[in-house]
């Protein structure tokens, strides 16, 4: 990152704010940072969509493109990542964009190598998505989990606030799974794989999950359990939002289905609730984003699997950013890979 | 604080190490501490009897004082906190005992009032135990869970190590819960209540809990429960750790009870291990630091509740101090609080 520290220094968007630097004194206390000094792009995939945004560093958007995968495979990931790079690039022109693309990626990734160790509802394991972005782009990516940079993007939004420090994002969708923000930091664990909500055992002795367990949250409320579930109680419904709209207008068999994946959310996000007590929970992901009922139901069920005095402190909301956590979250890894230098 | 860092100043305790107190420079390169310069005080409670604990900086056991409750009321709580500290206090003689002390309760505790918020199985509600220590002893407590402090003795005892940052200690008793310790740090969460992980929802509709929901970990874990049922299936046993070793002897009955305990676990620390990525969990407690088949069976059996990948940088341990954990981690607070100072 030394490259970009020098960039930043010699283009003179990074300034001492003329702070005599005492000793003992935080280098964060006498420099500044121009938000517009230079540009961010992060990515990130929701329904084999891959979202691109270009950022200031105060993760505000200046630009955004998309592309829709070809088909499920890691090469039609970077191609569809290279292409939208290529438009937000074009967009934006003569301004300086940081030498780094950060990826928010579906699967277990291991962060320190980029690789995806797997993603099964794509069928990838063992995908060096990392070094195949390297590669096509010519640029570092840093590929994280897709939960966890849209934790980042939920945290970041409110930092200034300076009240929630203890975050927890959950997307719900073709896969599930939660990015854990705590004292502001974005927890990754001990093999970066953290925040596997969607591999929680809800149902003892459960439907088999592609992880090889048993009754797993995935299993019972991923988007094509969703649909499955209310077509066998004969609702038509072509997709999981759909459902979830459909509750909301009162559709009695789509609430029913609602209900029954708020109640397994419960268990899960109860336990979430026990073990860390966070001070938010932000759904997010194609489910988590779409339907009022879901959350009130969430709301009022978790109760009966959390301690009261856990939830005392608790919110429950939906996401600030919808389809772009992922990739806002994305552009805040390089924003903080640019200025953690200066303010670490 | 600021009577302790004078008090180690003034008694020459602390000493800069003559390096140049160069710009930027952290203290902690300045600065050496004598381990045995202080002692620390620390308390723990287990089935009903406080151990006191005092120790060197560098939270190694000088001497150690135990005290069991003339019943389950908070007085005779304090009182037992009191007599040991008595007890201690005469066997140090001379020695500078930092006037603080660090006190591991039962219960829900809010930390920041030394607040006992409840403690289900002894009938506490809302009871000011640090208010009521500082007006028996006059000095200044420090009150967290017991599980929070065991996780600090754990990890204190490795960090030199440098390896493990991220460890689970699980208190099994008359209660269960755990202590996180994430990033070398103790995680206490919006409302110092993190690690509940006795009410991680485990028999979905299963058996009411003293927490109000059902089919909570603890209520089909905890000591009674694990008597109850070997006595169901006509085992004779007066106490948990007597069924634990009883199938430690390859004991029927004792031997399928302890099955079904690490089956319960496995679901509930499986989920922790999902969603942590934790690097160690350490099992402690009356239950957890008895038998060698608890902890084998929990072994083979969390697979099926956990991601593999996440499994692959576990280790599941006993615990190193057994019932002395609580206490020695009690002590750990006041030596960090001492020398944080310093150090932060």
């Known amino acids: 990152m030394g490259v970009i520290v020098d ?17 003992g004194g935080r280098p964060s206390e006498m420099i500044e940072i121009d938000p517009n ?11 084999y969509t891959w979202c691109l945004v270009a950022t200031n560093l105060n993760a505000e958007i200046l630009t955004r493109s998309t592309r829709v995968m070809v088909d499920h495979s890691p090469e039609a990931a970077v191609e569809a990542i290279a292409e939208a790079y290529g438009a937000v690039c074009e967009e934006l022109g003569e301004r300086y964009i940081l030498p780094v693309i950060g990826i928010g990626s579906p699967g277990l990734v ?6 995806i160790i797997q993603a099964a509802d794509l069928g990838w394991w063992d995908i060096s998505l990392g070094s195949m972005v390297l ?10 989990n897709r939960s966890k940079v849209g934790a980042l993007a939920e945290y970041w939004c409110t930092r200034d606030e300076g009240v929630v420090q203890d975050l927890v ?7 599930v799974a939660a990015g854990i923000i705590q004292g502001g930091e974005l927890l990754l664990g001990a093999n970066s794989s953290a925040g596997e909500l969607g591999h929680v055992t809800v149902v003892p002795h ?10 797993c949250l995935q299993t019972v409320v991923n988007e094509d359990t969703i649909v499955d579930r209310a077509r066998a109680l004969n609702g038509l419904f072509n997709d999981a939002p759909g459902v979830l709209r459909a509750a909301d207008a009162d559709d009695p068999v789509a609430r029913r289905v609602v209900e029954e994946t708020a109640e397994y959310l419960s268990i899960a996000l109860g336990g979430l ?16 984003d779409s339907g009022k009922l879901l959350l009130s139901e969430l709301q009022n069920r978790i109760g009966s699997h959390a301690m009261h005095h856990n939830l005392s402190s608790l919110t429950i909301r939906r996401s600030t950013f919808g389809a772009d956590s992922s990739a806002i979250g994305a552009a805040v890894l390089v924003i903080k890979r640019a200025t953690d230098f200066f303010f670490a």
């Open 169 to 175: 994002y959950v997307s719900l969708g073709t896969g």
């Open 7 to 23: 960039d930043l220094m010699n283009r003179g968007l990074v300034r001492t704010n003329g702070t005599e630097a005492s000793r």
């Open 37 to 47: 000094a230079a540009v961010a792009v992060g990515a990130g995939m929701s329904d």
């Open 206 to 215: 459960g439907p088999i999950c592609g992880c090889g367990n048993r009754g």
């Open 110 to 115: 291991d962060t320190r190598s980029g690789k």
């Open 135 to 144: 590669e096509r782009l010519g640029i570092e990516p840093i590929v994280v």
């Open 273 to 288: 609730v026990n073990l860390f007590n966070p001070e938010q929970i932000v759904l997010g992901g194609p489910v988590g």
